[in-house]
């Protein structure tokens, strides 16, 4: 009498949890056929506007690009004034450098700015330059 494998080489097997008729399930064995379904997070599908709607995506394209570039020109123009503002400052005889080191302070939370001046403080003391 030959024995019977529990695995069939030519038929691969694997582990599901199949319905048990009474509401429950039942772990067994079933033929591989069929990808285990995949536990985590689904990729999130996007629906191209492009494909859906050609006419009307292109033109809101267009639309967002010209807003774009119309900030940039903005942001363009807003740099070259800021520039002219340095220059005039630089022409009454103000340090650039130090207009520019102020305006970084400002920006800054005052805890953090009081904290990093202790720290430079401390480090120009060891050093023997204060």
Do not use: C, F, W
């Not at 097997?13 to 048990?20: E, K």
């Not at 340090?95 to 430079?120: G, T, V, W």
Request: proline fraction near 7%; avoid cysteine; glycine fraction near 6%.
């Amino acid at each position: 009498m030959q024995a019977q494998s529990v695995t069939d080489p030519a038929r691969p097997m694997r582990m599901a949890a199949v319905p048990d008729g009474k509401g429950g399930t039942v772990h067994k064995l079933v033929p591989a056929t069929v990808e285990p379904v995949r536990k985590g997070k689904r990729k999130r599908i996007v629906p191209d506007p492009i494909k859906a709607n050609p006419d009307a995506a292109a033109q809101q394209l267009r639309l967002l690009i010209e807003r774009i570039e119309g900030i940039d020109g903005e942001i363009l123009g807003l740099l070259d004034d800021r520039n002219d503002v340095y220059q005039e400052a630089k022409a009454t005889g103000y340090s650039k450098k130090a207009m520019r080191d102020i305006i970084a302070r400002r920006k800054k939370d005052p805890n953090a700015l009081q904290e990093e001046q202790a720290i430079l403080d401390t480090y120009l003391t060891a050093l023997g330059m204060e």
